[in-house]
């Protein structure tokens, strides 16, 4: 049965039941305050008891507190049909043929009352309603096969996702794309990198930072990117599309393996750390900035390896950290653990003592960095030398994110201490690279004139 | 066939047959006759230190040029919570306008370029709001609620404007009547625009962000003075709290008129109360004579709904003499010819005072298909650009009947599609009547299409914002620190026997609490204290250059010091120049640059019998009245300030 009175609880519900105002119902209050009159709205769940929202006939919304409400009378009812306009997708032949996976975030997305925020919608229909340049680019087909935010993406959905991927290869697709929350963007990229080896086709994972139900949303013009790099780029690895600049103007792919999301609210917030990105894109062409990338083929000779060990766990470094922070992941039976140390890979004595616990336990504790930019050089310091005589194992430049996915993933395969260690030390795809190119950190300082000069004169 | 006419000649014909006055000729029978009808939306930034949804400063402006980065936006519709486009949202779509913003960075934050969600709403300028809510008697919500409102044209980087409303059904009360309020809401400014050419629009950013409201009448004014009184009382009335931002830009209105059977136009953001009755007396008649044309064409087309133009592409050797057209066969541009089936002698109909109907669509040529004017002639422009020979070629490659017009018009190639539709859409909609949209005014009193008018489907809740209850005892504290109303203080000020017209200074300054004050507390006389503030300080401040921010309520310690140094306060007409125009001077030094000197009130009576015995020596006209004068003319410079002149008169 539907709910007459969506997210009202309480002394609001009750007053909505007294007069017998359901939630869609046009109404006349009248309170301590004057009269009010308009459509009555679902309530948020997590908004108090006190207040009915109301739109006023000029389309503003507004809420009346329940004690002031001497007279409240249902005049009508009117629901709201909120729906996406829906087109078939057209066919175009010639173009190639994509597959959109959704699962979940902002990419498409409308008004959920329950919560206030919004969640997603999705089907080549309402995409090509919302976003009708698509058609030019590709002919789409779409799946869902999660509805979750970003932050509740998980290795389930990682392995699942393989699995999904590595059938539409063996369907002979052009082109895979990914919509998914941004959150955790990077994490999904890096979990399919390790898990769609030798993919002949490009793997794009998009999402948006601005919601779909914005005028000036990044969704559509990403959407169009991911589409175009999936459908038409030779780069057959798994990237991440999302905007270069906070301008509308270009987009960046980058390898699964170095991308992180470094702001929480910008457009331009994925960023390649220590490397550049794999090529720039815009709605007509792609302008590669690297060379040396895994090129499209024609075979299905795709490698799904959909392996997670979930036990596995990160612990960021701070000053002044006890043991028995480490402790506790042992203890919990972790199975593998990332450090995220300072500077070079760095921790203090105190943790000494639970670092020779887990590796008379045989656990692997591998050590990445806080910086983010840089390698991981335990031996220019004492403590440096004393972690790894410890068994510490440093990880070149790997990102903490993306060890955290490799561990859990190697972990998924075998227990085997020194095969663990050797194929974290094994870059499948530049998660660890040999050299850090001197454009690869990039990190200018505003306030600095000629970062300034650069500011003015790019729309960065 | 021909199709010869003189269009200057119909342009007059047509403006006597709707029966057009000027304003200042036009009675109450005339707006009658027509169904003159008006209401306001009055903006009015509000004074605080830092903008509405973020911590930046508000009322910190650069110029143009002064920036420090650029960034891109493009706008897409998006649907509104009831499931719909809104219509405004589509035609700007059509445009397709890349839209840049320069953004400076001591006034601009990650927030106004929509790359950072909003920060809590200003307390103060919710305070500062809700007061003038109270004031003007409005129902005030229980909870506000955080709305988005759609704005494609890229005035606001995020596609939306974040606004709210405070309070519903208020009223005000004019000389005459009283005038419904519709609501009061609170809302982020917009950027400025610098420049908008062809497919590219420039803002920058300072402005956005500052708090502002807007009042919200309903149409209840039926004649353009009206509407004028009805702006002033609510600026007046939102100045008297004292915590509005005043200067350039800070109050500007939008005027809502029709005429009867015609539609709700909205003219924008006009700067100035006093070009209101103008605009919105051509706008009522711009209105009378569309619905003219509608009766004439429905007269000519029978079935308006298969009414079509059709068109032709030009080339260079279609026209005999070289055409004499802006830029015309310019690379990648068409030249195109439209025919207008049964508008002969429509085009040029008057519409406002010199402009015609044709001008209603080259302005949406401009505006939707963004063809910089001038962008087309026609066959009946009132200033031709094509000579007969050519008119009447073009008629014949269009296949023109006699009571057919057309439109050449020279658009870039991937423009040409949207023109042609934006052009057959206008001249469709004179069948229906009057169409609903926003104009841009001009200080001559007249407007030009601006966007069509967006409706109530452009709202959306913000997802980004948690409502903000507004508690009873919260809203009865704030009631209690209310200044009384204007027409209140109106009355006051009759009863003090001020003369009425110094009062709209007095109130546009909102100097009635200054002036309150002078009187009860210093007992400066009314009239003096009244005169001085509403007639001597505005010519002061319109005549004087101040050399730093003038504090009216320094004018306060300048009667104190006259009461204390037992100086007649007529002696404040002598300082106020040099006061005004050095504000740290103290008073002392004042005195001393105007070379006032105290003396004693006996001293100066006592010259007078030694002048009455000189005037008799000297005088031409020897009577009463010539004697006195002369006396005084002596008298006046060193009596000022020493004794009232009403009293040296009586005595001389």
Redesign the interface.
Known sequence: MEDLFQGYKGEALALLKKYKVRVWGTAIADTTRGRFEGTVLPRSENDDDQHIVMKIVTGYNIGIDVQTVTKMEETGYKKANYAIPEKQFPITPGLPYVKLFGTGGTIASRLDYRTGAVIPAFSPGELYGAVPELAEICNLDTEKVFAVFSENMGPEQYMSLAKAIGQEIENGIDGIVIGHGTDTLHHTAAALTFMVQDSPIPIVLVGSQRSSDRPSSDAALNLMHAMKAAGSSDIAEVMVCMFGPTSDEYGLLHKGTRVRKMHSSYRSTFRTIGDTPLARINRNEIMPIKTNYKKRRNDRNVKIMPFFEPKVGMLYFWPGMQADALDSFIDSGYKGIIIVGTGLGHVNKSLYPAIERAQEKGIPVFMTLQTLWGYVHMFVYDTGRDLMAKGIIPLGNMLPEVAWVKLGWVLGQTSDYEEVKRMMLDPINDEITEREPYNGYLVYQGGVPEVEDFVKDVHK | MTHKFDPKENYEKSREEIGYVKRKDATQADYDRIGFMSGLEVHQQILTKKKLFCHCPAGVFNAHDD?????????????????E?DGT?LMEFRTRKEITYRIK?ESCC?YE?????PFPIDREALENALEISLLSK????????I??????DGSI????QR???LG??GEIQLKNKKVGL??L?IEEDSCREISDIGHNRLYKTDRLGMPLIET?TYPDFVNPDEVMEGCDYIRFLNRSTGKVRTGMGAGRQDVNVSCRGGSRVEIKGVAHTKWIPELSHNEAFRQWSILRIREIMNKRVKDAKSWKISHIEMKEGDFGANPNFFGIFEDNHKVVAVRLPHFYQVLSRFTQPGHVFADEISERLKVIACLDQPNMTHSEDLNPILDEEDVQKIFKKLKANKDDAFILFDAPEDDVKTALETIEERCQMVFEGVPEETRKSFVDGSTIFERVLP???????D?DS??I????DY?ETLRKGLPNDIVDRFKQMQDWGIPEDVYTYIFKKNLYPLLGRLITELSVPANVAGVFLGQKLKYIEGHFQSADVFDYDSLFDLFAFLKKEKIEYELANSMIAEFYSHPKMDFQSVLNSIGFKKIAKEEIIGQISFLNEKYKEIGRIQDEENRKHWVMSQLRKSAIGNIKLTELAAII
């Open positions: 920036y420090d980065a650029e960034i891109v936006r493009h706008m897409r519709p998006t649907l509104s919570e009831l499931g486009y949202a960075h990650t370029i929509d790359d950072t969600p409005l129902n005030i919500v229980g909870e506000v609620h709305t988005r409102k759609q704005y494609l980087p995020a596609g939306f606004t709210a409303i519903v059904e519709i609501q809401s919200v409706g109530a489907d452009r709202m959306y809740p997802t948690a409502p209850p507004l508690t009873s809203i």
